[in-house]
C-alpha cells in the first residue's frame, strides 16, 4: 500500500486526477456563471492577435479559451486581466515557467508535511488515540489550496500561457512531447478543473473516517474457537483482511493449516456479510465462534497480559453495516465533486483518467487474466502439488513461493531476531539496498532519505513532495519483534520509499516527479518484496524458483483481478443506486461478489456463492484503488524482464524511477521498450508451465 496522506490519495483518486487529466473544461452544471461566452472571447482573441501576430495565434485561441471555461463572474474582469497577463515573450515565459515550476514544489512539498503531521497520530503508533487526532486527521489544510490558486489568479496566468492536454491527446501524442512539454502540460492540467473547497474538505473527512475504521479492524485469533478448540497462538492480533489473508498464505506450511484457513474463511465471510458480532472486533476478553457465531466472555487466563482494556460482556449483536456505511460515505462525498468536473463526471471516470488509462482498457487487461485458458492449465499443477482437488481457498494459494518450504514460525523466529525493533530495521536499509545491487553511496543518499515509524496499522509509504523532505516507512513492529508479514510487508513499503526520493531528487522537472500511477509505483514495491526471502539470506533465485516466482505471480493476478473487478462494479452500483443504504450497499456487495465468484472462479475452486472477493479492506478505505494492484503485477512483471536483461536491479530501477510522470504507455517504453500489456506475464505463464521438468515432486502435507 502507498498512502499520500489520506485527503491526498484520495483527492488523487476521486477528484484530483484532474491534475493529469484535462481536455478543456467545460462549464460545470450549477456552477456560477461565468464571463466566458465565446461571444466577448472573440474580439479580445483579435486584438491579442493584433498586438502580437500570427506567431502566437494558437497560443492565443487556446490561452484565452482555457481562461474563459473556468472564469467566474466573481472572479472579475476576465478580458482586463488576458490583456495584461498574457506571455508572448519566449524568455519571459521560459522563466516564468521556472518560478512556477520551483513555487509549486514547495507549496505542494510543505502542505504534504502539515498533512503527515496532522494525521501522525491517527497514522502512527503514539499511544493511545485522543479524541482530538480523529478531527485533526480529518482536516485538509490544503482543502482550499485550488481554489485560492484560482481567485489569486494564479491559476490564471497557467491556464492562459500553459496547454493542457486531454487524455486522448496525451495518449496519441504523448510518444513525441519533449519532456519541457510534459512538465508544462502537468503544470496547466493541475487546473482542469475547480472543485469547490468544501466539497474536497468532505472527501477527506469521509476518507480519513475510514482509514480509522479500517486501521483498528483487528482479530485476535487466539479467541476464535472451533467446537471449543483454540487454532491460533496467543497474542495474535491480525488486521482485516491483509494480515488475515496472509495468515491464510502461511497456513499451508502448517499441519493445522487446513482447519485455521476453514476458520479465517469464516471470519472473512462474516465481515463481508457483516454478521461478525461488532463486540469482537479488535476484543482479546471476549471468544468467538465464528461457526456458530456465538461468542463469551473470554476465560481470564486466556487473556493476553497487556491485552487492551475492552468490554468484556458477551453479546452476538452484528455489527451495524458500518463497514458499508463508511464506503457509502466516501462514495456520497465523492459524488459532490461531480459537478465541478464535467470532463470526467463521475468518481468512476476521475479514477481511470487519474491512472491514464481508460477503463474499458483496464477491464480487458483484467479480463484477458480472469478467462485465459492457462487458469485451468495452473490449478492442475496445483492440484497436483496439494494432492487434492482445489477448494476456495485456494484463491491465495502460495505453494508456488520457495517460502513455503519455511514454516511461518521459521520465518517470523528468523525476522523477530535480525528485526527486535524498528529502529533494527532502519539501520539494515544501507545494507539491504546494497544487496539487491545499488552502490554503497545510493543506498546510503537513499537510506538517508527514508524515515522509518511505528505504524498503527499494516504498513504503508508516505511520500515527498519537496526536496528536502524526506518519504516516510511506517512499518509494524510487534512487541517481541517484527514477524515474518510485518518484515515483508515493510520491504514492499521499502521499494516505495525508494522510488518516492529517486522520482523526487532526481528527476529533471519536479513537475514531472512521481511515477505514472499508483499500479507502477505498486510494481516497482513488488520488485522489492519479490526479493523479501533471498534479503534474508534464505534462498538464492535459481531457474526452478524464477519458474515458480512466475507462476505464483500469474495466480496472484488471477486472484486481484478478480477483487479489482468487483470494486469497479460496486462503484457503478452505487451510481445506479444513489439513494441507497449502508444495508442495500451490503446486499449489492455481498450480489456482485458472489457473480464474480461464480463467473470466474466457481469452474475452478467450486465454492458456488462465496463472498470473498468482498473482503479487501481497500473497497472501504482506498475506493478504486484495488484495479492497480492487478495492472502493478502485469507492470512489475515487464519491469522484472527488463531488470534480467539489464542485470543488476539497482541502476535499472533508478534509471526507470527517475523517469517520473508521463503516462503508463511512454513510461513503460522508456523502462522496457514496449507499452503496458498482459502478454508478458501470459507467455512466460506458458512458458513455465511447458517447463515442468523441473518441477519438484509434490510437498508432503
Ligand atoms: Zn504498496
Given at each position: 500500500?502507498?498512502?499520500?496522506?489520506?485527503?491526498?490519495?484520495?483527492?488523487?483518486a476521486?477528484?484530483?486526477?484532474?491534475?493529469?487529466?484535462?481536455?478543456?473544461?467545460?462549464?460545470?452544471?450549477?456552477?456560477?456563471?461565468?464571463?466566458?461566452?465565446?461571444?466577448?472571447?472573440?474580439?479580445?482573441?483579435?486584438?491579442?492577435?493584433?498586438?502580437?501576430?500570427?506567431?502566437?495565434?494558437?497560443?492565443?485561441?487556446?490561452?484565452?479559451?482555457?481562461?474563459?471555461?473556468?472564469?467566474?463572474?466573481?472572479?472579475?474582469?476576465?478580458?482586463?486581466?488576458i490583456?495584461?497577463?498574457?506571455i508572448?515573450?519566449?524568455?519571459?515565459?521560459?522563466?516564468?515557467?521556472?518560478?512556477?515550476?520551483?513555487?509549486?514544489?514547495?507549496?505542494?512539498?510543505?502542505?504534504?508535511?502539515?498533512?503527515?503531521?496532522?494525521?501522525?497520530?491517527?497514522?502512527?503508533?503514539?499511544?493511545?488515540?485522543?479524541?482530538?487526532?480523529?478531527l485533526?486527521?480529518?482536516?485538509?489544510?490544503?482543502?482550499?489550496?485550488?481554489?485560492?490558486?484560482?481567485?489569486?489568479?494564479?491559476?490564471?496566468?497557467?491556464?492562459?500561457?500553459?496547454?493542457?492536454?486531454?487524455?486522448?491527446?496525451?495518449?496519441?501524442?504523448?510518444?513525441?512531447?519533449?519532456?519541457?512539454?510534459?512538465?508544462?502540460?502537468?503544470?496547466?492540467?493541475?487546473?482542469?478543473?475547480?472543485?469547490?473547497?468544501?466539497?474536497?474538505?468532505?472527501?477527506?473527512?469521509?476518507?480519513?473516517?475510514?482509514?480509522?475504521?479500517?486501521?483498528?479492524?483487528?482479530?485476535?485469533?487466539?479467541?476464535?474457537?472451533?467446537?471449543?478448540?483454540?487454532?491460533?497462538?496467543?497474542?495474535?492480533?491480525?488486521?482485516?483482511?491483509?494480515?488475515?489473508?496472509?495468515?491464510?498464505?502461511?497456513?499451508?506450511?502448517?499441519?493445522?493449516g487446513?482447519?485455521?484457513?476453514?476458520?479465517?474463511?469464516?471470519?472473512?465471510?462474516?465481515?463481508?456479510?457483516?454478521t461478525?458480532?461488532?463486540?469482537?472486533?479488535?476484543?482479546?476478553?471476549?471468544?468467538?465462534?465464528?461457526?456458530?457465531?456465538?461468542?463469551?466472555?473470554?476465560?481470564?487466563?486466556?487473556?493476553?497480559?497487556?491485552?487492551?482494556?475492552?468490554?468484556?460482556?458477551?453479546?452476538?449483536?452484528p455489527?451495524?453495516?458500518?463497514?458499508?456505511?463508511?464506503?457509502?460515505?466516501?462514495?456520497?462525498?465523492?459524488?459532490?465533486a461531480?459537478?465541478?468536473?464535467?470532463?470526467?463526471?463521475?468518481?468512476?471516470?476521475?479514477?481511470?483518467?487519474?491512472?491514464?488509462?481508460?477503463?474499458?482498457?483496464?477491464?480487458?487487461?483484467?479480463t484477458?487474466?480472469?478467462?485465459?485458458?492457462?487458469?485451468?492449465?495452473?490449478?492442475?499443477?496445483?492440484?497436483?502439488r496439494?494432492?487434492?482437488?482445489?477448494?476456495?481457498?485456494?484463491?491465495?494459494?502460495?505453494?508456488?513461493?520457495?517460502?513455503?518450504?519455511?514454516?511461518?514460525?521459521?520465518?517470523?523466529?528468523?525476522?523477530?531476531?535480525r528485526?527486535?525493533?524498528?529502529?533494527?530495521?532502519?539501520?539494515?536499509?544501507?545494507?539491504?539496498?546494497?544487496?539487491?545491487?545499488?552502490t554503497?553511496?545510493?543506498?546510503?543518499?537513499v537510506?538517508?532519505?527514508?524515515?522509518?515509524?511505528?505504524?498503527?496499522?499494516?504498513?504503508?509509504?508516505?511520500?515527498?513532495?519537496?526536496?528536502?523532505?524526506?518519504?516516510?516507512?511506517?512499518?509494524?513492529?510487534?512487541?517481541?519483534?517484527?514477524?515474518?508479514?510485518?518484515?515483508?510487508?515493510?520491504?514492499?513499503?521499502?521499494?516505495?520509499?525508494?522510488?518516492?526520493?529517486?522520482?523526487?531528487?532526481?528527476?529533471?522537472?519536479?513537475?514531472?516527479?512521481?511515477?505514472?500511477?499508483?499500479?507502477?509505483?505498486?510494481?516497482l514495491?513488488?520488485?522489492?518484496?519479490?526479493?523479501?526471502?533471498?534479503?534474508?539470506?534464505?534462498s538464492?533465485?535459481?531457474?526452478?524458483?524464477?519458474?515458480?516466482?512466475?507462476?505464483?505471480?500469474?495466480?496472484?493476478?488471477?486472484?486481484?483481478?478478480?477483487?479489482?473487478?468487483?470494486?469497479?462494479?460496486?462503484?457503478?452500483?452505487?451510481?445506479?443506486?444513489?439513494?441507497?443504504?449502508?444495508?442495500?450497499?451490503?446486499?449489492?456487495?455481498?450480489?456482485i461478489?458472489?457473480?464474480?465468484?461464480?463467473?470466474?472462479?466457481?469452474?475452478?475452486?467450486?465454492?458456488?456463492?462465496?463472498?470473498?472477493?468482498?473482503?479487501?479492506?481497500?473497497?472501504?478505505?482506498?475506493?478504486?484503488?484495488?484495479?492497480?494492484?492487478?495492472?502493478?503485477?502485469?507492470?512489475?512483471?515487464?519491469?522484472?524482464?527488463?531488470?534480467?536483461?539489464?542485470?543488476?536491479?539497482?541502476?535499472?530501477?533508478?534509471?526507470?524511477?527517475?523517469?517520473?510522470?508521463?503516462?503508463?504507455?511512454?513510461?513503460?517504453?522508456?523502462?522496457?521498450?514496449?507499452?503496458?500489456?498482459?502478454?508478458?506475464?501470459?507467455?512466460?505463464?506458458e512458458k513455465?508451465?511447458?517447463?515442468?521438468?523441473?518441477?519438484?515432486?509434490?510437498?508432503?502435507?
Amino acid at each position: 500500500m502507498l498512502r499520500s496522506t489520506a485527503a491526498m490519495l484520495l483527492l488523487a483518486a476521486l477528484a484530483l486526477s484532474g491534475c493529469k487529466s484535462g481536455a478543456p473544461p467545460v462549464r460545470p452544471a450549477g456552477g456560477e456563471a461565468r464571463m466566458g461566452p465565446a461571444a466577448q472571447a472573440g474580439p479580445l482573441k483579435q486584438e491579442l492577435l493584433a498586438r502580437y501576430g500570427e506567431s502566437q495565434k494558437e497560443r492565443i485561441e487556446r490561452g484565452v479559451d482555457q481562461v474563459v471555461s473556468l472564469w467566474r463572474a466573481s472572479d472579475g474582469d476576465a478580458a482586463e486581466f488576458i490583456r495584461a497577463h498574457f506571455i508572448a515573450d519566449p524568455v519571459l515565459l521560459d522563466v516564468t515557467f521556472l518560478r512556477l515550476e520551483a513555487t509549486f514544489e514547495q507549496l505542494d512539498g510543505h502542505f504534504l508535511e502539515i498533512g503527515r503531521e496532522l494525521r501522525r497520530p491517527s497514522d502512527v503508533d503514539v499511544g493511545p488515540l485522543l479524541p482530538i487526532d480523529r478531527l485533526m486527521a480529518g482536516l485538509d489544510a490544503s482543502a482550499h489550496l485550488t481554489e485560492d490558486l484560482f481567485q489569486s489568479k494564479i491559476a490564471f496566468e497557467v491556464l492562459l500561457n500553459f496547454p493542457l492536454a486531454s487524455l486522448e491527446e496525451r495518449l496519441s501524442r504523448g510518444a513525441g512531447y519533449s519532456r519541457r512539454q510534459w512538465a508544462e502540460i502537468r503544470l496547466a492540467n493541475r487546473f482542469s478543473r475547480r472543485i469547490p473547497p468544501e466539497v474536497q474538505q468532505q472527501m477527506a473527512k469521509s476518507a480519513s473516517e475510514a482509514e480509522l475504521y479500517i486501521a483498528q479492524y483487528n482479530i485476535w485469533m487466539h479467541h476464535l474457537l472451533a467446537g471449543g478448540e483454540r487454532l491460533f497462538p496467543r497474542g495474535l492480533r491480525l488486521i482485516s483482511h491483509w494480515n488475515l489473508r496472509d495468515e491464510l498464505k502461511g497456513d499451508y506450511a502448517d499441519p493445522r493449516g487446513p482447519a485455521k484457513q476453514a476458520q479465517i474463511l469464516r471470519v472473512m465471510e462474516r465481515i463481508v456479510t457483516q454478521t461478525i458480532p461488532g463486540a469482537v472486533i479488535d476484543n482479546p476478553r471476549l471468544d468467538w465462534d465464528p461457526g456458530a457465531n456465538s461468542v463469551t466472555t473470554a476465560p481470564p487466563p486466556e487473556v493476553e497480559e497487556g491485552a487492551p482494556n475492552r468490554d468484556n460482556k458477551a453479546s452476538a449483536a452484528p455489527e451495524p453495516n458500518t463497514r458499508y456505511a463508511k464506503l457509502l460515505s466516501n462514495f456520497q462525498a465523492a459524488k459532490k465533486a461531480d459537478p465541478y468536473s464535467p470532463i470526467a463526471p463521475t468518481a468512476i471516470a476521475r479514477s481511470f483518467e487519474g491512472r491514464e488509462i481508460p477503463e474499458e482498457r483496464v477491464v480487458a487487461l483484467l479480463t484477458e487474466i480472469l478467462t485465459s485458458p492457462l487458469v485451468p492449465k495452473v490449478s492442475v499443477l496445483i492440484e497436483k502439488r496439494l494432492g487434492r482437488s482445489l477448494r476456495v481457498q485456494d484463491l491465495w494459494y502460495n505453494g508456488f513461493q520457495p517460502r513455503s518450504t519455511h514454516s511461518e514460525e521459521e520465518l517470523d523466529a528468523i525476522t523477530r531476531k535480525r528485526y527486535p525493533h524498528r529502529d533494527a530495521f532502519a539501520k539494515d536499509i544501507p545494507r539491504i539496498l546494497q544487496k539487491l545491487g545499488f552502490t554503497k553511496q545510493k543506498a546510503d543518499f537513499v537510506a538517508s532519505h527514508v524515515v522509518v515509524d511505528p505504524s498503527r496499522g499494516a504498513g504503508h509509504a508516505l511520500q515527498a513532495a519537496r526536496r528536502g523532505d524526506s518519504p516516510h516507512l511506517r512499518t509494524r513492529v510487534e512487541k517481541d519483534g517484527m514477524n515474518y508479514k510485518g518484515y515483508s510487508i515493510a520491504i514492499h513499503e521499502l521499494g516505495h520509499n525508494v522510488e518516492q526520493v529517486f522520482s523526487l531528487y532526481e528527476v529533471d522537472h519536479t513537475l514531472l516527479s512521481g511515477v505514472p500511477n499508483n499500479a507502477f509505483t505498486e510494481a516497482l514495491a513488488f520488485v522489492f518484496q519479490a526479493r523479501d526471502l533471498e534479503l534474508l539470506g534464505l534462498s538464492k533465485p535459481d531457474a526452478a524458483s524464477e519458474r515458480l516466482r512466475v507462476l505464483n505471480d500469474f495466480w496472484q493476478t488471477w486472484e486481484i483481478a478478480g477483487v479489482a473487478l468487483v470494486d469497479i462494479a460496486v462503484w457503478h452500483w452505487m451510481y445506479q443506486h444513489p439513494g441507497a443504504d449502508p444495508a442495500q450497499l451490503r446486499d449489492a456487495v455481498v450480489q456482485i461478489a458472489r457473480e464474480h465468484w461464480n463467473k470466474f472462479y466457481e469452474p475452478i475452486l467450486g465454492g458456488k456463492d462465496t463472498v470473498l472477493l468482498g473482503i479487501y479492506s481497500h473497497m472501504i478505505s482506498y475506493p478504486l484503488y484495488l484495479p492497480d494492484y492487478p495492472l502493478g503485477h502485469l507492470i512489475a512483471f515487464q519491469i522484472e524482464e527488463q531488470v534480467k536483461k539489464a542485470g543488476a536491479l539497482g541502476p535499472e530501477f533508478e534509471r526507470m524511477a527517475m523517469y517520473g510522470s508521463v503516462t503508463p504507455d511512454v513510461w513503460m517504453v522508456n523502462a522496457a521498450g514496449s507499452p503496458v500489456s498482459a502478454e508478458p506475464l501470459l507467455r512466460a505463464t506458458e512458458k513455465a508451465l511447458s517447463s515442468g521438468d523441473a518441477e519438484p515432486s509434490p510437498r508432503k502435507k
